[in-house]
């Protein structure tokens, strides 16, 4: 497996939604591998394809190497409960910036995992808060997109002299 280059905003990869994954082979598993290990380098705990230039929907997520690897293929929310929470937020395509962001606190979503058996699971606290950021990925949406349009700019304005 190989860590990939990592597409940084505003790349307008980053506001484009994913294809559905329809094939599960050896190249899809090389794909999660490779997303995996370029989360680590990052170093970051959830990554998207698109992060690395594939508009497919895969999402890999590592809380902690305790907690194990999550592969969620093809992930959709089916459920959010009217409890939210406020987490601080970033992104491996923005690294150094972040921002706190309301979410709904529990969540029940569907998935495929890389063989394409279909799952349902509940996640709530952190886990919930990864996953639905994330899924919003998969959709086109950056984390930024979910902020005030003050905090935005002022987070851009942070990110363009971080860059320069």
Wanted: with cysteine; glycine share 6%; proline share 4%.
């Amino acid at each position: 497996m190989t860590a990939r280059p990592i597409v940084r905003f505003p790349d307008p990869l980053l506001r484009t939604a994913c294809a559905a994954v329809t094939v599960f082979d050896d190249d899809l598993r090389v794909l999660a591998g490779d997303l995996l290990d370029t989360m680590r380098a990052a170093p970051g705990v959830g990554i998207t394809a698109a992060h690395i230039g594939v508009l497919k929907r895969v999402v890999v997520i590592e809380l902690s190497r305790e907690d194990g690897v999550r592969t969620y293929v093809n992930p959709q929310i089916v459920w959010s409960s009217q409890e939210s929470m406020r987490h601080t937020e970033g992104s491996v395509s923005m690294p150094g910036v972040t921002e706190e962001i309301v979410r709904p606190k529990s969540i029940r979503f569907r998935y495929q995992d890389v063989a394409g058996e279909v799952h349902e699971a509940e996640a709530s606290d952190f886990l919930a808060i990864c996953i639905q950021h994330e899924i919003d990925q998969l959709d086109g949406i950056f984390w930024l997109q979910r902020l005030s349009k003050l905090k935005r700019d002022r987070l851009v304005k942070k990110w363009d002299k971080t860059r320069d």
